[in-house]
């Protein structure tokens, strides 16, 4: 049968509607002590509920949250979790209770009703658009009309622009996302001991996970660390595929990638040793090493960025510079360059 064709059978051979099943009686409509113990026990529940509410009530009056002591938040949100649970089940399963075994239990249909309006409704409709055409002059009026669209169109932008407010008031925002606290010298140490990596520690197939040296002596050591994280592998030099330009960014093989994805800033942390490709857990992207971390699978859509390295005098793997772009979701870099 060609395809999109339809079969349309005489009414002898359509199928009838079977309706509805007969009514099985429960057992509280056949027999008024149960119907009454049912009663009883919904009427239990709901006074289950006004226990809760009176109890997280109390609980608030009883166990006030001290700043001090973090124990006294946990009393607080404890038994204040508690008696709203109770209130809002209580609540909650004596109605389901209630409709299952006391309320009118037959099956219905309704017809649906057109969902197109009437003639008259629609004509009448019309009529009140033309009026209000009409009355407020809106396609006349040009210059009012242009004017209040623009308007419109602009009065939002103040509300995207107060965003800035939560980037730190006495620097650059664009300055601070596009840049990481590695730069030329800055020496890889592992997470999270900060113990700095010798070249000769990374053997092949080996992976590291890296924080710039450093790191914990600052204040704002979690927001770096949350931009400078680098995953570190060291592959056969044959393996990897170098563009114009990133001759110099591997030292014998060892890379250095930023660990924190493109596609929404999850830590790619799994390494698969055999196909040189590393996993993001989060939304499942994966990026090749062989081929300077280009995407592969999943949503990310760009390489992770590259940490250029070398060796310092002593040996150590120090960076050369900062990355080359920013790190993280994509955005960034469809913004900026
Ligand atoms: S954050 Fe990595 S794939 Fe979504």
Redesign the pocket.
């Known amino acids: 049968m060609p395809v999109g064709t339809a079969v349309v059978l005489p009414d002898s051979e359509q199928i009838q509607n079977p309706g509805f099943p007969p009514y099985r009686p429960r057992v509280s409509d056949l027999d008024p002590k149960k119907a009454r113990s049912n009663e009883r026990r919904i009427a239990l529940l709901f006074a289950a509920s006004m226990v809760g509410s009176v109890f997280a009530i109390v609980a608030y009056i009883v166990f006030p949250i001290n700043a001090n002591d973090p124990g006294s938040i946990r009393l607080n949100n404890l038994f204040l979790g508690l008696g709203i649970a109770l209130s809002l089940l209580g609540i909650g399963i004596a109605a389901v209770h209630w409709s299952k075994a006391l309320m009118e239990g037959h099956d219905l249909s309704e017809e649906r009703h057109m969902t197109r309006g009437s003639e008259a409704t629609r004509a009448s409709a019309a009529e009140v658009f033309h009026l209000g055409n009409k009355e407020s002059g809106f396609t006349r009026r040009k210059l009012v009309r242009n004017t209040l669209i623009a308007s419109l169109a602009l009065w939002p932008l103040p509300g995207i622009i107060i965003f800035r407010d939560l980037g730190p008031a006495d620097q650059d925002a664009n300055d601070v996302l596009r840049h990481t606290m590695w730069k030329a010298g800055t020496r890889l140490t592992k997470d999270p001991n900060g113990v700095p990596i010798k070249a000769s520690d990374v053997t092949l197939g080996s992976v590291f996970h890296v924080i710039p040296e450093g790191l914990d002596d600052r204040e704002d050591a979690l927001e770096q660390k949350a931009k400078a994280a680098v995953l570190l592998m060291r592959l056969k030099p044959e393996d990897l595929h170098v563009s114009k330009g990133r001759e110099n960014w591997n030292y014998h093989g060892i890379v250095a990638y930023s660990k924190i ?6 830590p ?1 942390a799994l390494y698969e040793q055999q196909t040189h490709h590393l996993l ?6 994966q990026f090749d090493i062989t081929h300077e971390a280009e995407v592969i699978f ?3 859509k760009r390489p992770l960025p590259q940490l250029p390295i070398t060796v310092d005098s002593e040996g150590y793997l120090v960076a050369r510079s900062d990355f080359h772009e920013p790190v993280g979701p994509s955005f960034w870099e469809r913004d900026h360059t």
Request: hydrophobic letters at 20%.
């Open positions: 994805c493109t596609h929404v800033g999850c790619v993001c857990p989060c939304h499942q992207s999943g949503p990310a």
